[in-house]
């Protein structure tokens, strides 16, 4: 059983945290040791990609987390929320990631979707959905902005808006969208919303963003089968959405001209921000199961993980791993202090796309580490170093890939046009 004390050391002293807070992290990461480290190949299907078996399970630890409180801590507890402290979902989501990252995204959505209505200001569109995730059941929800001539383009703030190819033209009260999605997390699973980035007019720029909320059961709105890919098999589905003159009504639209824009940067800074989390808790699992099985494991008589050159390379991923989280901490920190402008604008978008890269490059590069220090254990299905380096991956490719990231971090020091 880990210790507060034990929390406090893992997450860096989490300064200004109390220990009632952290025992909300503590509960949380004794609920991924009971119950979800056990099921990390069911979560994935198995070995033959067991479908039933993989959604029986996702069902079942989703459930076992709103009921830990995890889907409804961060709203207000006038709504049904648990009103945790703000910042504390990074440590809360970086333990459910060290269990399974799928798994992280799949709930994670949700709070991403909500956040981006609340921090427009839009309570009054946002008050019935928040209810409807704090209650007992689990939810899912979708941002849809990648479409098939380009993700990276949709998020370039040098493009402003330019690419994007699905439309929204107004028809007397009503927005009437037509377009395709493609790949968006929780595509024919939500059952809150679809927040789908559009354009009024690509010609417009910045000013033809529109970020419009679409119900799940709104007419026109339909979905490919699911895609097959190399990691987060189950626990998060991506498929094509299909906009064929979608009607929804006009107030729908988050903010307008301008506002939409900048809500759209906020929410990719907030994603790659995010993903730093997820990949720091993909790192600290490799770690783990690292540290473990070189106890045990000889060379020539000693532990593996007392022969200097592996202990060296332990305590390397100890380094990056911490890195990582203190400086996504650092980032969210400055984002919520609001002393740096909007998180969107290029000085902390350039800190959030640095994030996400530089997390995921630790988790994919202490992965695999760890499988060369486990030699064939490391790539065996059974020690599970195998299922994070695929889940990692993904968490490097999405919202606009490490190159876009790269330039948009590069903007946040001076302006150049792509
Ligand atoms: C498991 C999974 C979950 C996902 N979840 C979501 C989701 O919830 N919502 C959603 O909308 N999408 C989602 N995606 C899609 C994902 O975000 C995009 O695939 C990603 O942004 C990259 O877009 P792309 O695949 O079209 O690649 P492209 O945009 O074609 O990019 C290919 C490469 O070119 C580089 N590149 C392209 N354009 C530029 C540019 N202008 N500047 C610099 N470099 C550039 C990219 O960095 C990348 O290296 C998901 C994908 C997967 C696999």
Not at 216 to 229: M, N, Q, R
Not at 271 to 293: D, K, L
Not at 367 to 374: F, G, I, Q, S, T
């Amino acid at each position: 059983m880990i210790t507060i004390e034990e929390i406090r050391r893992k997450y860096l002293g989490a300064p200004g945290y109390s220990d009632e807070d952290l025992e909300v992290v503590r509960t949380v990461h004794e609920y991924v040791d009971k119950e979800i480290m056990p099921r990390r190949k069911d979560l994935d299907g198995g070995w033959h990609h067991d479908e039933k078996l993989a959604k029986d399970t996702i069902e079942k630890v989703h459930q076992g987390l709103v009921d830990i409180g995890v889907q409804r801590m961060a709203y207000p507890e006038s709504v049904g929320g648990l009103g945790v402290a703000p910042g504390l979902g990074s440590m809360v989501f970086e333990e459910i990631a060290r269990g399974d990252c799928g798994l992280a995204t799949h709930i994670g959505i949700i709070g991403w979707v909500m956040g981006a209505i609340v921090g427009a200001g839009r309570w009054d569109i946002a008050e019935p959905l928040v209810k409807k995730v704090c209650d007992d059941k689990p939810h899912a929800s979708c941002m849809a902005l990648t479409e098939p001539a380009g993700g990276a383009n949709v998020e370039d703030p040098t493009q402003h808006g330019r690419t994007i190819r699905t439309i929204a033209k107004l028809d007397g009260e009503e927005w009437v969208i037509s377009g395709h999605k493609v790949w968006p997390s929780g595509a024919g699973m939500s059952d809150t919303a679809y927040l789908t980035v559009c354009t009024t007019d690509p010609e417009q720029g910045d000013d033809g963003i529109a970020l419009i909320l679409v119900p799940p059961d709104a007419e026109g709105l339909s979905f490919s089968k699911p895609f097959e890919k190399m990691g987060m098999c189950w626990t998060d589905i991506n498929a094509e959405i299909f906009y064929d003159d979608v009607r929804v009504p006009k107030e729908n639209r988050l903010l307008g001209p301008g506002g939409d824009a900048a809500l759209l940067h906020n929410i990719v800074a907030g994603g790659r921000s995010g993903t730093c989390v997820w990949a720091t808790g993909v790192a600290q699992a490799c770690f783990e199961i690292v540290v473990n099985y070189t106890k045990d494991r000889e060379i020539a008589g000693r532990p593996v993980r007392s022969r200097s050159l592996h202990a060296s390379i332990i305590g390397e991923m100890a380094l990056r791993i911490d890195c990582a989280r203190a400086y996504q901490q650092k980032v969210a920190e400055m984002t919520r202090s609001r002393q740096f402008g909007r998180s969107g604008e290029p000085f902390l978008l350039s800190k959030c796309s640095a994030a996400q890269n530089f997390g995921c490059e630790t988790a994919i590069w202490v992965a695999h580490k760890a499988m060369e220090l486990m030699g064939s254990y490391g790539y065996s299905y059974d020690y599970h170093i195998e299922k994070y380096l695929r889940d990692a991956k993904i968490l490097q490719l999405w919202l606009g890939g490490p190159q876009r990231r790269l330039l948009d971090t590069a903007l946040g020091y001076y302006t150049f046009e792509w």
